[in-house]
Nanobody
Framework: QVQLVESGGGLVQAGGSLRLSCAASGRTFSIYAMGWFRQAPGKEREFVVAISRSGGSTVSADSVKGRFTISRDNAKNTVYLQMNSLKPEDTAVYYC????????????????????WGQGTQVTVSS
């Protein structure tokens, strides 16, 4: 069992930056690939970015490439999402999730690959 708790969301102006954190409980954090998803009002949840269990591989949605960076610290059981050059369309609730596969691939964009989810943190980007 892994419990995930996101933090770091808030209100920021367009062009600004935020760093989200996702703290995981349990000793098995390092075996999971981790992903970030987001859901805007009235829209389906969408994939943002994922990182392999070692942190050596990442995969990102085209909409955030070059702006968002995922990283992890297995010693701290934490995964981070650094978001730069934020746009109003990035406004959403952001969720972290754990994938027992451990690796990232084209399947990482599917929410069904993830077995544990956090409660989400709101990010609002004003224009």
């Amino acid at each position: 069992q892994v419990q995930l708790v996101e933090s770091g969301g808030g209100l920021v102006q367009a062009g600004g930056s935020l760093r989200l954190s996702c703290a995981a409980s349990g000793r098995t954090f390092s075996i999971y690939a981790m992903g970030w998803f987001r859901q805007a009002p009235g829209k389906e949840r969408e994939f943002v970015v994922a990182i392999s269990r070692s942190g050596g591989s990442t995969v990102s949605a085209d909409s955030v490439k070059g702006r968002f960076t995922i990283s992890r610290d297995n010693a701290k059981n934490t995964v981070y999402l650094q978001m730069n050059s934020l746009k109003p369309e990035d406004t959403a609730v952001y969720y972290c999730a754990a994938d027992p596969d451990g690796a990232v691939s084209g399947r990482s964009k599917f929410s069904s690959e993830y077995v544990y989810w956090g409660q989400g943190t709101q990010v609002t980007v004003s224009s």
